[in-house]
């Protein structure tokens, strides 16, 4: 308790920023309309899974029963992992423009394909259903070198734009920075971006930190199977200098020690108030800032959900200085003046 009052005094309060940005995205993919045109058009009959359905001998209830699901609801692994693919990009051009989804889609594909080489990281695919989405994703309009071809900066989401910006603004040879988003996908995305777009160039030195994931070995996986690259030493290299800027996922909000940062950006809203409080927590440097990305117009805009929360930061901070001002009084009280050993009556 002696010293609870110096610790509280040291722990500054960032400024807390709410960045705007449209919504709208301009521009189109042709990749990922063809990708949309191969769902659409999906040929059941041609399905694995439906095919070993139909030939099997047995004509059990329970068999007629997958046999008409399969068929009805379209629920088939090859299906499935198609229609994952289209939602996982439309979300990812929304939110970070057509060229980077480009970028990420191809990525996943290359990962499939050298998977399917490998065959050891997909036990639960059949040889029928790897062969036959091949086939499916071998007609997408893919340039030559998809498998190494850079990332186009061409049609970058509004709030990608956003985001470059700030950082541009922001960076020093003194900065240290957290950037939290909601998908593995888009911490891979942002950190190639980052690293090779123009106006950051020479600034700053990204690292990525995401949990461990099993997908490449689960069944529905293409979507996600693109990784972002060596983070096994990223906080190590954050602590020395190294790394100022660490792209991440919830992961990092709490029970994982990284260095006090300067600079903390949600670039979607924190979903709760916990989370809200502790990303706030990593922003601890001197003139920190922590900011928020929200959308100018639709639903993600909820001001009074906002300001509720900063009322509720700035009731805690006036909390924080309240227990500054009294652990200060009582050491006062125990260091200030003569000792007075009190001894209990035996009687």
């Known amino acids: 308790m002696a010293h609870r009052s110096e610790l509280l005094r040291y722990v500054h309060k960032p400024e807390l920023v709410r960045l705007d940005y449209s919504p709208v995205v301009e521009g189109k993919s042709l990749?990922?309309?063809?990708?949309?045109?191969?769902?659409?058009?999906?040929?059941?009959?041609?399905?694995?899974?439906?095919?070993?359905?139909?030939?099997?001998?047995?004509?059990?209830?329970?068999?007629?029963?997958?046999?008409?699901?399969?068929?009805?609801?379209?629920?088939?692994?090859?299906?499935?992992?198609?229609?994952?693919?289209?939602?996982?990009?439309?979300?990812?051009?929304?939110?970070?423009?057509?060229?980077?989804?480009?970028?990420?889609?191809?990525?996943?594909?290359?990962?499939?394909?050298?998977?399917?080489?490998?065959?050891?990281?997909?036990?639960?695919?059949?040889?029928?259903?790897?062969?036959?989405?091949?086939?499916?994703?071998?007609?997408?309009?893919?340039?030559?070198?998809?498998?190494?071809?850079?990332?186009?900066?061409?049609?970058?989401?509004?709030?990608?734009?956003?985001?470059?910006?700030?950082?541009a603004s922001e960076a020093s040879p003194s900065l240290t920075g957290l950037v939290f988003v909601e998908q593995r996908v888009w911490v891979a995305a942002l950190a190639e971006l980052i690293s090779i777009h123009p106006k950051l160039q020479g600034k700053l030195s990204v690292g990525t930190f995401v949990g461990s994931s099993m997908s490449l070995r689960r069944k529905s996986g293409i979507a996600t199977m693109?990784?972002?690259?060596?983070?096994?030493?990223?906080?190590?290299?954050?602590?020395?200098?190294?790394?100022?800027?660490?792209?991440?996922?919830t992961i990092l909000e709490e029970g994982i020690d990284v260095s006090a940062c300067h600079l903390v950006i949600c670039f979607e809203s924190p979903k709760n108030l916990k989370s809200f409080v502790q990303r706030?927590?990593?922003?601890?440097?001197?003139?920190?800032?922590?900011?928020?990305f929200m959308a100018s117009e639709?639903?993600?805009?909820?001001?009074?959900?906002?300001?509720?929360?900063?009322?509720?930061?700035?009731?805690?901070?006036?909390?924080?200085?309240?227990?500054?001002?009294e652990a200060g009084e009582r050491e006062m009280i125990h260091e200030v003046g003569e000792r007075i050993y009190n001894i209990a009556s035996t009687r």
């Open 31 to 167: 990749l990922q309309a063809a990708l949309k045109l191969q769902l659409m058009t999906y040929d059941m009959r041609s399905d694995p899974y439906l095919l070993q359905l139909v030939n099997n001998p047995s004509k059990s209830r329970k068999l007629t029963k997958k046999l008409e699901e399969a068929i009805f609801k379209k629920d088939t692994y090859c299906y499935n992992e198609l229609k994952s693919l289209a939602i996982k990009y439309e979300a990812t051009a929304a939110e970070l423009g057509p060229s980077v989804a480009d970028w990420c889609l191809q990525q996943c594909i290359a990962q499939f394909h050298k998977q399917i080489r490998t065959s050891d990281q997909l036990l639960d695919w059949s040889h029928a259903e790897m062969d036959h989405l091949r086939k499916i994703l071998s007609r997408l309009p893919l340039p030559k070198d998809y498998t190494s071809s850079p990332m186009s900066l061409d049609n970058l989401s509004p709030k990608v734009q956003a985001l470059v910006d700030l950082l």
């Open 298 to 325: 639709g639903s993600d805009r909820t001001p009074g959900k906002w300001e509720s929360l900063e009322q509720e930061m700035r009731d805690t901070y006036e909390d924080d200085s309240r227990r500054v001002k």
């Open 226 to 249: 693109i990784e972002p690259r060596n983070q096994q030493d990223t906080l190590e290299k954050f602590k020395t200098g190294d790394t100022n800027l660490i792209i991440t996922t």
């Open 280 to 292: 706030r927590g990593r922003a601890r440097r001197i003139q920190s800032k922590y900011i928020i």
